[in-house]
């Protein structure tokens, strides 16, 4: 069974500056890797997701994560964020053959004017 | 686009109450999902189905039944309402089975058992 690691349950940052949401997943077989947003009060949405070819994948509103298979890693990155930006983070992660995701705790991202 | 619709979208229950929560989607999708999402700890499967007529547990099932008598909807019926079910609900589906299918989520339905 694979699981999913997002190791920081929260991060600050003020707008305009850089950050990096991390996932670790654990699993020795392919995968697909998925980050989702849930905006308040909101249901989950796909932020972007990694299904294979490049390794950077970039997504809505100018995020983007990279899939690092020796580190087994699809950290998120956005390198200025919003206000908007605020918002519960999800990584996901779906073992080949199957399409149930697991997912992360979720990393609460909140934005600083 | 109305996609994934969740009622209601709030409810207190008493203990021992029983309700149902709807969930219908207009996308023609085959596979359906309702996790339980509580704070800092992610997101947990109740249910899923696979099609219409087909239903299985998932990680968390106790306490909930399910049933999908059409494509559209999927109701999970909470039975002897538990102060431990107070939780969000998030109705889902996907297309198909494809591992690199993108999950739809409902709005969310907030649960409180008093």
């Known amino acids: 069974a694979q699981s999913v690691t997002q190791l920081d349950s929260q991060v600050p940052v003020f707008e305009e500056a850089p950050v990096e949401l991390r996932c670790n997943y654990s699993?020795?077989?392919?995968?697909?890797l998925f980050w989702y947003v849930q905006y308040p009060n909101q249901g989950l949405q796909l932020l972007l997701k990694?299904?294979?070819?490049?390794?950077l994948v970039k997504g809505i509103n100018g995020f983007e994560a990279e899939f690092n298979k020796s580190q087994t890693s699809f950290h998120l990155r956005k390198p200025s964020v919003h206000i908007s930006d605020t918002a519960e983070y999800f990584c996901?992660?779906?073992?080949?053959?199957?399409?149930?995701?697991?997912f992360g705790r979720g990393t609460s991202l909140i934005v600083h004017p | 686009n109305a996609g994934v619709t969740q009622t209601p979208k709030f409810r207190i229950l008493k203990i021992g109450q029983s309700m149902t929560l709807q969930c219908a989607q207009d996308?023609?999708?085959?596979?359906m999902y309702w996790y339980r999402q509580d704070p800092g700890m992610g997101l947990k499967l109740i249910y899923y189905?696979?099609?219409?007529?087909?239903?299985d547990k998932g990680e968390v099932p106790n306490g909930y039944n399910v049933s999908r008598s059409t494509t559209e909807d999927f109701p999970l019926r909470l039975e002897l309402a538990a102060p431990s079910q107070t939780s969000v609900y998030f109705c889902?589906?996907?297309?198909?089975?494809?591992?690199?299918?993108?999950?739809?989520f409902g709005e969310g339905s907030w649960l409180t058992v008093v």
């Open positions: 699993s020795s077989v392919s995968v697909y």
């Open positions: 189905s696979v099609g219409a007529g087909i239903t």
């Open positions: 889902a589906s996907s297309l198909d089975g494809s591992s690199g299918n993108t999950i739809y």
């Open positions: 996308m023609n999708h085959n596979y």
């Open positions: 996901a992660v779906t073992l080949g053959g199957s399409y149930i995701p697991t």
């Open positions: 990694y299904l294979s070819g490049s390794t």
